[in-house]
């Protein structure tokens, strides 16, 4: 009897001990520690993928009384359950979103109202939903349409006309808008580059008479140009005002009436008469133009494409550049340097370089790369541009450069390891056949480690291409008027300032005006970042596979 | 399957002549290829070979036995300087081939690896594609002519039997082959620079025994071209494709002589015990 307590003790002393040699609980644990990490991915994911993909579909637009009798239209966007104090008082009521539209009109996009206050709910079939060139989205009736200040059709034929009359409308908007960017553009360009030449010569005679046979085709071409600009612009006028014409008188819920030209519509559309797959047709015309689009209302509205296409070119002069750095340098650390506590060190510096802050490389960028480089460029170059740098100012080149820097330790490493995979008979096989250690190392080494180089580059890219502060100080910027890349000589222009999808986050959600409005738009952005990099990632990835079947080393 | 058990020198006089050591034997006309004088190598403090002395005749196979870690791969290594890698290597001695001092300061290494091929015992072929790998020695040394680089690597690849089965994948990777194509690939690779010597490291120790009788089969035939120094495990490749054998051990040459006396009347009781099979 008195030995139970004890030898039940001991048993469990005992089952305690085996749990403990089995090391169930370090199974536990890692597989719990794994578990939270997918599902920490898995939300991050979900609500990303949530916010983001449902930001392009047309809402319904509701109607609904409020109490003093006034209507309200919108789409409801939110709603708050009431909220109670621990003592059960109402500490906040229940309360419905309303995206109302009408910026211009109302002051704001978005109102709250109380759940109380609400009643007769309706969805009127003849309220229209017009997407803008500014102020964002209206919703409200049509109620005629107008031409030169003129009415031409009345609330029952005007959605007949304004349909037929919005594509030309938006043609000579467009159309104007072009000439006003490219042929104005160039006329601008070549006004600019005369009178730089007059300018330096000028400087150069220090006051004497320039030649006439230098000065006068300069200024000939300079009034040729004058005047072609002075056409052109009279051309975009007209072209705009002929846009301008045509112009939807429409009426908000709550009685204001307003006009706006048919050439200010983005789109047009009835939701509460649209069927669920007219719905989905909008919402993949919407998608594409949030990818192909240019930006509108400081960025809030349209699309991202420069951001897209500023981000794809970055990541790829990033990779060009890093691949040869970085495998050049690994090369030297292993093969050729004079392996001891120097070289040692040389690599716990590397290593460490990649938990350097990343700002701190943008800071060096902009020391070394941008001041330093780009205004030797500059005075070297362009000195008759000062004091207006062309190089000596943030750019895509010293951007990339800068990142380039920033993941050049994971090349390094990368490189390094699977140099010191390669079998050293392969190694010794070329050597014994008279080949030096030079041309072992590219003929042999080189190519069986191109798959572990590109698995660096990879991870370089992964990294590089979210990358943004760094990127704040050394050329991207809120709204890039050129593109890098473009049909004007000298097509890719390495000194221009560009836009970029992580940067365009942080503008949208958070330094926009309209932060509301911005929000969803802040996760379709962060999805198309994500889905960038993994774009970009594959298709290294099958690079590197294509790679690694031609050689089938199974070394790696 | 087996290849016939060679009765080496048959016809000729195993008649023991005359290095310094009195350990080596040659045949009358066979010439000197690779003369080696009191070699001792150090791999840091640790000593591998002592005093080593022999001459090793042209057109000859010559085998090295021994038990594992005696020093017959360290000796190997010394005949293209591949000891040259390990670091904290040091050699004293001389190897003389053909008349010339290996490791006088002003000889090309590069040009003594052209001279003296060898085939590792893992086979080894680079990633590239089986023509690459056999043009890989003339390529290095610069020759650029497709017909040339085409010619040879068509002769090396017969010379190496690997012909028929290797022609119609030119172009696909060497390590696509079997093991022991991968092996006389490695082999056609050393014949493509034409060397005088080519050296063997246990060249059939991870082959089935159809490959090793096919890789013992073409070093019969390269004996006509080449000295082969060939390391063995195996007493049996040892008798059945040397026309001279040297043993070692623990980093000494023991015996060094025609293969039928080494295995049939071996002079030092150490040799009989290891060929006999009582050690090693
Ligand atoms: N790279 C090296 N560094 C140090 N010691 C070595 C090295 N290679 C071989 N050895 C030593 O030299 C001796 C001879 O080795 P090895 O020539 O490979 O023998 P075998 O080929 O006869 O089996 C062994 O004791 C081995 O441990
Ligand atoms: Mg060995």
């Known amino acids: 009897m008195s030995h139970s307590p004890l030898s039940q003790s001991t048993n469990a002393a005992r089952r305690i001990g085996q749990f403990l040699r089995r090391g169930d609980q370090f199974i536990w644990l890692s597989g719990g520690a794994m578990g939270l990490a997918a ?215 709550d009685g204001q009436r307003k006009t706006v030209p048919l050439a200010a519509i983005v789109r047009a559309f009835r939701p509460n008469q649209m069927s669920k797959l007219e719905k989905l047709g909008m919402y993949f015309s919407r998608a594409a133009e949030f990818v192909y689009g240019e930006p509108r209302e400081s960025n809030t509205e349209g699309g991202v494409w420069p951001a897209i296409f500023g981000t794809v070119i970055m990541t790829l002069i990033m990779s060009i550049v890093v691949t040869p750095f970085g495998v050049v340098a690994a090369f030297y650390l292993r093969e050729y340097a004079k392996q001891g506590p120097f070289v040692r060190m040389v690599r716990i510096a590397i290593n460490n370089l990649a938990g350097v802050p990343s700002i701190v490389f943008g800071v060096f960028g902009l020391g070394f790369f941008v001041y330093f480089i780009g205004g030797g460029i500059d005075r070297m170059f362009f000195p008759d541009m000062l004091p207006t740098p062309t190089y000596g100012t943030g750019g895509i080149l010293w951007a990339s450069l800068t990142l380039a820097l920033l993941t050049v330790p994971v090349v390094i490493v990368a490189t390094e390891e699977s140099i010191a995979a390669v079998p050293r008979g392969t190694r010794e096989g070329s050597l014994a056949l008279g080949a030096s250690k030079f041309q072992t190392l590219v003929n042999v080494v080189l190519p069986a480690s191109v798959p572990g180089i590109l698995t660096g580059v990879i991870l370089a890219m992964a990294r590089g291409a979210g990358e943004v502060a760094p990127l704040m100080i050394t050329g991207v910027v809120k709204l890039a008027p050129e593109l890098p890349l473009d049909g004007h000589f000298p097509f890719f222009h390495l000194d221009r300032k560009f836009m970029h999808l992580g940067f365009h986050i942080y503008d949208v959600g958070f330094q926009s005006p309209n932060i509301e409005a911005a929000k969803p738009m802040v996760f379709t952005t962060t999805l198309l970042l994500i889905a960038i990099v993994v774009i970009l990632n594959l298709f290294a990835i099958r690079l590197r596979d294509h790679i690694r079947k031609k050689y089938q080393t199974g070394a790696f | 399957m087996d290849t016939p058990t060679q009765t080496p020198s048959s016809g000729r006089p195993a008649r023991s002549v005359t290095v310094p050591t009195g350990k080596g034997q040659s045949a009358p006309g066979a010439v000197t290829k690779i003369s080696v004088r009191d070699l001792s190598l150090h791999y840091g403090a640790k000593q591998a070979l002592f005093d080593i002395s022999m001459d090793i005749l042209g057109n000859q196979v010559t085998a090295f036995i021994g038990p594992s870690g005696c020093g017959k791969s360290t000796l190997l290594r010394c005949f293209n300087r591949m000891n040259d890698l390990v670091d904290g290597v040091k050699v004293r001695g001389s190897v003389m081939l053909s008349g010339q001092d290996i490791f006088a300061p002003d000889l090309d290494v590069i040009e003594l690896r052209k001279r003296v091929g060898m085939v590792f015992q893992k086979s080894n072929p680079f990633p590239k594609s089986i023509y690459e790998n056999v043009a890989y020695g003339l390529r290095v040394a610069g020759v650029t002519d497709k017909a040339v680089l085409d010619e040879t690597v068509e002769k090396s690849l017969r010379g190496a039997a690997l012909w028929d089965e290797a022609k119609d994948r030119l172009q696909e990777s060497g390590l696509g082959l079997s093991g022991g194509q991968q092996q006389r690939l490695c082999i056609a690779r050393a014949i493509a620079v034409q060397p005088d010597i080519i050296l063997m490291d246990e060249p059939c120790s991870a082959l089935d025994p159809i490959a090793t009788a096919k890789v013992e089969e073409l070093i019969h035939e390269l004996k006509s071209e080449y000295t082969i120094i060939i390391v063995t495990h195996s007493m049996q490749q040892a008798a059945r494709v040397s026309d001279k054998t040297a043993f070692f051990y623990l980093g000494k040459l023991i015996e060094y002589a025609d293969t039928q006396t080494v295995f049939m009347n071996p002079a030092n009781p150490q040799t009989e015990a290891y060929v006999s099979g009582r050690f090693g």
């Open chain 1, 39 to 253: 599902l920490l991915i898995v939300g991050l994911l979900g609500l990303v993928f949530v916010s983001g993909f449902t930001f392009f579909w047309p809402y319904n637009v509701v109607t609904a009384d409020r109490a003093d009798g006034t209507p309200v239209l919108g789409v409801i966007t939110n709603s708050q359950e009431e909220r109670l104090d621990p003592a059960g008082n109402v500490m906040k009521a229940a309360q419905t979103q309303f995206k109302v539209g009408a910026r211009e009109l109302y002051g704001f996009d978005f109102i709250w109202i109380k759940k109380a206050e609400l009643s007769n709910f309706r969805v009127d079939p003849e309220v229209i939903a017009f997407e803008r060139q500014e102020y964002g989205d209206f919703y409200g009736l049509l109620h005629g349409i107008e031409y030169k200040g003129k009415p031409v059709a009345d609330a029952a034929t005007a959605w007949a006309l304004l349909q037929e009359k919005r594509p030309e409308a938006r043609d000579l908007a467009a159309r104007a808008k072009k000439i006003q960017r490219d042929a104005i553009g160039e006329v601008n360009a070549e006004i600019q580059r005369a009178n730089l030449k007059l300018k330096v010569a000028r400087r150069k005679a220090a006051g004497a008479a320039l030649d006439p046979a230098f000065e006068n085709p300069l200024k000939e071409s300079l009034a040729r140009n004058q005047a072609r600009y002075e056409q052109l612009r009279l051309e975009a006028e007209a072209l705009s005002a002929q846009a301008e014409e045509y112009a939807a008188v429409v009426g908000t819920v």
